[in-house]
């Protein structure tokens, strides 16, 4: 059962979000949000901290069929990116996984960012190369 239906309120951070009063607060300030764009953070908060892809995105916002060279994912992710940024200067709340999909997970400006595995493959460094993962 998701937020909406069962009036929980989600929390990140200074974020609140209440799916059924149709409401996200910053520090307990009204974040002015589209319908799309508070049914896009719902969609990633109730999944926060895994990486959702574009597809189980739309299906829960936009419920249509989706098509591999729609664009508005990702066009909305930019808007309600923008938005919690300037609600909330130093922290990130959606994360792009390119070729994945979105992360939802509060986390401050300027921490370090994983850093991707190296392997041995073949050439220099001792007769091996290295090559991200």
């Not at 792009?96 to 190296?118: N, V």
Request: hydrophobic residues 40%; glycine residues 10%.
């Amino acid at each position: 059962m998701d937020a909406a239906a069962n009036g929980r309120t989600l929390r990140a951070g200074h974020l609140e979000i209440r799916p059924a009063d149709r409401a996200a607060l910053v520090d307990g300030r009204p974040l002015t949000l589209t319908v799309r764009e508070l049914e896009l953070l719902t969609a990633l908060a109730e999944r926060a901290e895994r990486i959702v892809g574009r597809e189980e995105l739309h299906a829960a916002v936009w419920a249509g069929r989706f098509r591999s060279c729609d664009r508005s994912v990702d066009v909305y992710v930019s808007k309600l990116r923008a938005k919690l940024e300037q609600a909330l200067p130093g922290w990130r709340y959606i994360h792009t996984h390119f070729g994945f999909g979105y992360r939802f997970s509060p986390e401050p400006l300027g921490s370090p960012e994983p850093i991707a595995p190296r392997v041995a493959v073949d050439g220099s460094n001792g007769g091996r190369a290295e090559r991200g993962l």
